[in-house]
């Protein structure tokens, strides 16, 4: 969920045709996704590296918007 004044991330304005499908342009991502995104690499690394247990991942998405607001 957007929060106020989340600017957008990797806006283009740029018309893109996929089949018979078009858009005139994508608004983004917001900020607040993209920092979300980076954060959850950062979590997923912890589990492969085994210090961030896999009985946590419930509760993942609401800390990678946690770090991104942070």
Not at 7 to 20: C, E, L, R
Request: charged share 20%; with cysteine.
């Amino acid at each position: 969920m957007p929060k106020p004044n989340d600017m957008p991330a990797f806006p283009s304005s740029n018309d893109v045709k996929i089949g018979n499908m078009g858009t005139s342009g994508h608004p983004g991502m917001t900020l607040r996704d993209w920092f979300a995104g980076k954060a959850l690499s950062y979590l997923v690394s912890r589990v492969n590296s085994g210090t961030y247990s896999s009985d946590d991942i419930d509760i993942t998405g609401r800390l990678c918007y946690q770090f991104a607001d942070a």
